[in-house]
Structures are given as structure tokens and as C-alpha cells.
């Protein structure tokens, strides 16, 4: 509570400063309002890139008019308290992931990663044209804040251990660190213990046999977090987030106090962010499970019969957990009648539908030798 009143007086008394100067006459568009930034993401994990990145472009784009302070995550708080910091007005704003407030309200779970469910491509459709920018803005609205999504990432790695899971059998009596609330009932149901840490402790927690496997994110996350010094078997796909959203949390004073145009080049970045992020992050871990081969990696793959099991259960988890949150039933009823209304299209596609891996490709030496 300490640091978080100092962080109050001290890192954010120029903004709150430049907002009551509006007020008391002086343009907003006419003086340049700086806000403090912080993140979930500590420097060693790379989903602070995409932060980085939108940060990066609002201070070119707001040169005179708008600037952003960033502060890496557990710089200024703890990674699971700036929820709470930036609903107060502790701090202005910070980058998350919206399945860390699953315990606030489950709906968050929708707006982060579900299992089973919504991939990358999928958020970014329905964020964009089918009304999900306007239901992340109600959900953090409700607790003081306004939201701008600017991040995606596809199927995550899996869970990484040192001895093989190659199955959900598999999964019966093991310890997994596995974020989520969703994904912790799906993990009970096959018998094994949901355990909970951030990020900076996961490697440790693979090394000591705290945990049976663990996962965390992207393989070019999971890569730069070391994750294959201590681990040699992975099981894929990433069921429990086969696409996952991010962005940044503004304190709701904070943001009504900029003015449109200040408001627009905080959009404006977020949603030149959104598509970049998704190219970075699929780069990173086309590179990363390369690398993870050669680290000795074994690849187990689930088969359809267990990835049957798991959507039913995913399914069912859906259910029991709209029937117990009506905002969470909201959100969820958005999100099936885009699938619904995408799918005859999606359907017609066939396998052209958000790329394919071709069963053959051109030969590319030919090609080559025509390019030179």
C-alpha cells in the first residue's frame, strides 16, 4: 500500500497535474500530457514487445501532443496487482493479459483465452467487425477503466515438462502450471492440480519438480524464458489458449480527461499494433520450435479422440460458467453468434481459410535459380 501511495504522489503527479491544468483553461491539444505505463510483462518475457511497440508508436504519432512513460512490469508493482493499480488511479495504465482478473470476474476469461474456443484470428474478426471492441470497453468500464486491445497471439506451446504427457490419460495425477480459471477445471476433470505462478517463476518451478510441466505461452516465449534447459517434452496443441488477446487498461479519469485527438492516437496505435504483433509473435516461434528440436525437444501430439473429449469439456465449462455469471452468458453469446455467423463463409473456404500448410510445396530451388 506504501508503494503504491508513493507511486501515486510521485510517478503520476505530472499527469494528474496536466489534467487539472485542462481544466483550468489550458487546451489539452495545446499541451502535451505524458501517462505512466507499466506492464504485466517483465523485460525477460518477449510479450512485452508488443507494449514496447504500441508505446513506441504513440510517441512517434503524438510528438507535442501525447506521450507515454513506460515502465516494465514488477517495476512499479507487482505483475498481479496492477489491476487494482490502475482501477485506483495509482497508476494510469497498464498492459495485462484479461485472464488474470479471471478470479474479479470470469467474464475476463473470454476476453483473454478460452479453452478451445476463439484462436487469434478469431479475436481479431470479432473484435473488429463483429462488436468485440465495444464489449472489452463494458467489461473494464464496470471497474473504472477503458481498454484498447492491441495484441494477439495464436495456439500457445503446451504444456513443457521432463518427463512425456502424451495424452489426457497422461495428465491424471500431475501438478501443471496452467493460467486460468477455465482451463483449471478442464485440467481437474482429467485429474490433474492446476498450480498457479507468474511468469518469472515458472522456469524454477520445471527445474526443482515443483511442477510435472508447465506452460506459459508462445514457443518463442517460452524459448527466451530458457523453459528448454529444463524441459524436453512438450504436449501439443495449446488447447488452453488456442488464442489468446491483450492490451492496455486506462484509468477511465485519466482517459476522459485527454481530449479526441489525444484519445485517437491512443487507437489509432493500438490497432496498428494488433495486426504487427500477430506477425512478430508467429515469426518468433517459427524460429523458436527450430531451435527447440535441436535443444532435444519431443513433439507429442494429442490425438482427435482426446481433442474430442476436450472440446465437449470445454463446452460444458462454458455452460456452467454463463449460468453462473450473466455477464460472462453476455459475452459468450457474442462471441458463438460470430462463429455461427462466420462459419458458412469460413466453411466455403475450405482449407484456403486463414492459411494452410500445403500438402505440397512449389519447388523452390527452380524458383530460385529463375530469381537470380
Known sequence: ?????????????????????????????EKEVTIQMTSTWPPGINLIEADKHFVDLVNKLGKGVIQIKFHPGESLVPSTQVFDAVRSGSIAASADWPG??????????????????????DYILWLQGWGGKK??????GKYGMTYLPYSVITSESGPRGNEPIASL?????????????????????NGASQIMLPGSEVYQAVERGVVD???????STDLGMGLDE????????????PGSMSGVMINRKV????????????????????????AFFEKGSS???????????????LSDEDMLTLQKQANKTMVDEACANPEFARIAVSQIEFLQDYAQWRGMQGEFAMGRNLSELPDLEAIRKCAK
Open 1 to 29: 500500500m506504501k508503494m503504491l501511495t508513493n507511486i501515486k504522489r510521485g510517478m503520476l503527479a505530472a499527469t494528474t497535474l496536466a489534467f487539472l491544468a485542462t481544466g483550468a483553461g489550458v487546451s489539452a491539444q
Open 287 to 301: 524460429e523458436a520450435v527450430r531451435k527447440f528440436e535441436e535443444a532435444g525437444t519431443t513433439v507429442h501430439q
Open 255 to 278: 482517459w476522459d480527461g485527454l481530449s479526441e485527438r489525444q484519445q485517437t492516437i491512443l487507437k489509432v496505435a493500438a490497432d496498428a499494433t494488433l495486426p504487427w504483433s500477430m
Open 169 to 189: 490419460g497422461d495428465l491424471s495425477g500431475k501438478r501443471i502450471r496452467m493460467s486460468g480459471r477455465p482451463q483449471g477445471e478442464i485440467l481437474k476433470a
Open 230 to 241: 529444463v524441459s524436453k517434452h512438450v504436449l501439443s496443441p495449446g488447447w488452453h489458449q
Open 213 to 219: 510441466a508447465a506452460e506459459f505461452s508462445t514457443p
Open 135 to 140: 464489449v472489452f470497453d463494458e467489461i473494464y
Open 100 to 121: 488474470y482478473w479471471g478470479g474479479t470476474d470470469t467474464a475476463f476469461a473470454l476476453l483473454g483465452a478460452f479453452p478451445m474456443f476463439f484462436t487469434g484470428p
